[in-house]
């Protein structure tokens, strides 16, 4: 079965310029997650997406960052005017949901972002 | 979400039984123990949860004592390819499920 993808794996870009990175969840999976890892420390919330509820953005570090999800799939973050230190792995989750839930996010391999 | 604290890096050989020990000294009653396992270049992956005393799969045990402010990840028999980071991570497990904290967690070497 199909994992939670993401594209493109990386990204090289100059700073001032836009990016747009792309997550597809794993079929059914209502949860959506964004994480950042920048070299050598732990993952750094971003935003969180749960069905049609309003998303948890609270983990978004400024306002160039941006999210949106279609349904229940596809999702995209945003970076307006990148800087050097947006330079990371961009990690995306996704989950089921439910007071049975084990805590367990599905992850996807990241896309590595440069920002030069 | 209660914080955790775990070494920074451990060192074991092929064979060995490795046991990483996480502190949750302010653990709230409805907290669950999760444990994730990250290799370079990869996402985390889920190794094991659990509430209290003793859960074990056929990856890991997990040993949570009684007053359950600390938790130990025991991988038996560890193997160059488990080589990685492990997470240890505290918080209640259905009705705010959302986002997962995260610390630096701790670099597990495995040498031959």
């Known amino acids: 079965g199909a994992g939670v993808s993401q594209s493109p794996s990386n990204k090289v870009t100059e700073k001032g310029k836009d990016v747009e990175l792309r997550c597809d969840p794993i079929?059914?999976?209502?949860?959506l997650y964004w994480y950042r890892q920048s070299l050598g420390q732990g993952l750094e919330f971003l935003i969180y997406?749960?069905?049609?509820?309003?998303?948890?953005k609270s983990g978004l570090p400024s306002d160039r960052f941006s999210a949106e999800r279609t349904g229940e799939s596809v999702s995209t973050l945003t970076i307006q005017r990148t800087q050097q230190e947006d330079s990371a792995v961009y990690l995306c989750?996704?989950?089921?949901?439910?007071?049975?839930?084990?805590?367990?996010?599905?992850f996807g391999p990241g896309t590595r972002l440069t920002v030069l | 979400l209660a914080k955790t604290t775990q070494p920074i890096s451990m060192d074991s050989y092929e064979g060995q039984e490795v046991n990483i020990t996480c502190s949750h000294n302010?653990?709230?009653?409805?907290?669950?123990i999760t444990w994730y396992q990250q290799f370079p270049s990869q996402g985390p992956r889920f190794i094991i949860q659990g509430y209290k005393t003793k859960v074990t799969n056929e990856v890991a045990s997990l040993f949570i004592p009684a007053d359950r402010k600390s938790s130990t990840l025991s991988l038996p028999r560890v193997s160059l390819s488990d080589t990685a980071v492990y997470y240890c991570?505290?918080?209640?497990?259905?009705?705010?499920?959302?986002?997962?904290?995260f610390g630096r967690g701790t670099q597990l070497t495995v040498w031959p």
């Open positions: 991570l505290v918080g209640d497990r259905g009705s705010t499920l959302g986002r997962l904290y």
């Open positions: 989750a996704s989950s089921t949901w439910g007071a049975s839930n084990r805590n367990e996010q599905f």
């Open positions: 997406f749960q069905g049609n509820s309003a998303p948890d």
């Open positions: 302010n653990i709230a009653t409805n907290d669950y």
């Open positions: 079929s059914g999976h209502t949860a």
